[in-house]
């Protein structure tokens, strides 16, 4: 099963880790949420029963716990890292092993918050080439069902080539100037995009681009 890349951008407060927070919560399969700026990020309230990781062997220990597939796809992890590349790593070498085991019938999602942080706008830091892992998790993981989410404010601030293995972009909240730039890049300029904060786009980056679904943020994630 080929695992669907997203793309979540959104100035800040206009609702993209709150859409974020819901596809963690509901995602059927091994949800890990790389904690690298907000300890308090993720709370009990947030996502019921998320698992707190500080480590590889923590995360991994998680895994090993849990004694069926159907407890392991409920497994929702709050990696907590201060190197966020790191933790992108971590994440994607357990990932792997989770696919192993499970013949990649469990898909592993891993959300990146401030993608730049991992993904800049370099060649020479963000290829495949170079071992970056978020651009491997995009680029050669989706057979593996390993499913990537970046958030950023401004896509424009991502290295481009691993961002086109995303199947879906979606836009949260309303577009400021600062935008104009990734609108005309990716093409977006005929898309009606939210005016409000909490309301949400899925795109789907065809040419043109196609709005596939939209609507309001959820309150019990917010």
Same mark, same amino acid.
């Given at each position: 099963? /080929?695992? &669907?890349?997203?793309?979540? +951008? ?5 609702? /993209? ?9 509901? @995602? ?7 904690? @690298?700026?907000?300890? #308090? !990020?993720?709370?009990?309230?947030? =996502? ?10 923590e995360a991994k220990d998680l895994v090993t716990s849990c004694t069926t597939q159907r407890e392991l796809r409920?497994?929702?992890? #709050? ?6 590349? /790191? ?15 499970? #013949?990649?019938? =469990?898909?592993?999602? %891993?959300?990146?918050?401030? !993608? @730049?942080?991992?993904?800049? #706008? ?6 495949? /080439? ?16 390993? &499913? ?6 401004? $896509? ?7 961002? &086109?293995?995303? &199947? ?18 990716? +093409? ?5 995009? $939210? ?9 789907? $980056? ?5 709005? %596939?679904?939209? !609507? ?7």
């Open positions: 099963m /080929k695992a &669907k890349h997203v793309m979540i +951008g959104g100035s800040s407060g206009g609702g /993209k880790t709150t859409y974020a927070r819901e596809m963690y919560a509901k @995602h059927n399969g091994v949800s890990i949420w790389v904690n @690298h700026n907000d300890e #308090d !990020g993720l709370t009990s309230r947030d =996502v019921d029963g998320a698992r707190v990781a500080r480590s590889f062997s409920r497994l929702r992890i #709050d990696y907590r890292c201060s190197d966020p590349t /790191k933790g992108v790593a971590d994440s994607r070498q357990l990932a792997l092993a989770i696919a192993d085991a499970t #013949d990649a019938e =469990v898909c592993t999602q %891993i959300i990146v918050d401030e !993608g @730049h942080t991992v993904l800049p #706008d370099d060649e020479d830091t963000s290829a495949v /080439k170079t071992g970056n892992p978020l651009a491997k998790i995009l680029h050669e993981d989706r057979d593996e069902n390993v &499913k990537g989410v970046v958030m950023t404010q401004d $896509p424009t601030e991502l290295y481009y080539p691993p961002i &086109k293995n995303c &199947k879906y972009f979606v836009w949260c909240g309303e577009v400021k100037t600062w935008h104009r730039g990734y609108l005309r890049y990716y +093409g977006l300029n005929e898309v009606d995009l $939210p005016t409000e904060d909490w309301r949400y786009v899925v795109i789907k $980056p065809t040419d043109p681009p196609q709005v %596939i679904d939209r !609507g309001t943020t959820s309150e019990e994630y917010a």
